[in-house]
């Protein structure tokens, strides 16, 4: 079955960066989009970006650009979220997430997402 | 394009028929998606595309609507359909999500 298994709990300093791995299984890894969104205490959700295993282009919302980038290891199936610059306002859970579409660097579209990561709590805190 | 979900919170009870909003700001045609999320959970997909199930979801889940308005119907609320549903767009880029509405036991 598709699983998305991600990294622990991080505490950073403002300024600092952080980087969050999402390791996927149970399916052709490079077929499919990973994205990212994060989830502030005691509020919604907000789309970070995403990633084509494929061929490594990326998407970001505009508020990241310029502070995160996505990377992709497809020998281990992993994909990291690397966020620098970091402020209070970014202590979130950020998931990764899969688009059930097997793009395979061809979608232009956004997506929806079929299956989720447990979740990492980043705390940013001075 | 701003989604606007509505009521922020729905009281009702087990077997209770539970009815949610999604009103986008702009036409999102038919890309519309729900969501059910759960205290310390991931969310969990529930509908793409305004009115396909996703697989494994019960029929008792029922999405409708285009444009800019979207209803999310569960006939028959069962004890793990409680918790907070989001609704999220992928017509345009950035793909966005709703403020979310909580579904609690009366």
């Known amino acids: 079955q598709v699983q998305l298994e991600q990294s622990g709990t991080d505490v950073k300093r403002p300024g600092a960066s952080v980087r969050v791995s999402c390791k996927a299984s149970g399916y052709n890894f490079i077929s499919y989009d990973i994205n990212w969104v994060r989830q502030a205490p005691g509020q919604g959700l907000e789309w970070v970006g995403g990633t084509s295993p494929y061929n490594g282009n990326t998407s970001f919302a505009q508020k990241f650009q310029g502070r995160v980038s996505l990377t992709t290891d497809t020998s281990t199936s992993t994909v990291y979220l690397d966020l620098w610059s970091l402020r209070l306002d970014d202590t979130a859970v950020y998931f990764c997430?899969?688009?059930?579409?097997?793009?395979?660097?061809?979608?232009?579209?956004?997506?929806?997402?079929?299956?989720w990561g447990q979740g990492s709590l980043v705390t940013v805190s001075s | 394009i701003v989604l606007t979900q509505s009521p922020a919170t729905l009281s009702l009870s087990p077997g209770d028929r539970a009815t949610l909003s999604c009103r986008a700001s702009?036409?999102?045609?038919?890309?519309l998606a729900w969501y059910r999320q759960k205290p310390g959970q991931a969310p969990k997909l529930l509908i793409y595309?305004?009115?396909n199930r996703a697989p494994g979801i019960p029929a008792r889940f029922t999405g409708s609507g285009s444009g800019t308005d979207f209803t999310l119907s569960v006939s028959s609320l069962e004890p793990e359909d409680f918790g907070v549903y989001y609704c999220?767009?992928?017509?345009?880029?950035?793909?966005?999500f709703g403020g979310g509405t909580r579904v609690e036991v009366k």
């Open positions: 999220q767009q992928r017509n345009n880029w950035p793909l966005t």
């Open positions: 997430a899969r688009d059930p579409r097997p793009c395979a660097g061809e979608c232009s579209s956004p997506g929806w997402f079929d299956a």
């Open positions: 595309d305004a009115s």
């Open positions: 702009q036409s999102v045609a038919h890309y």
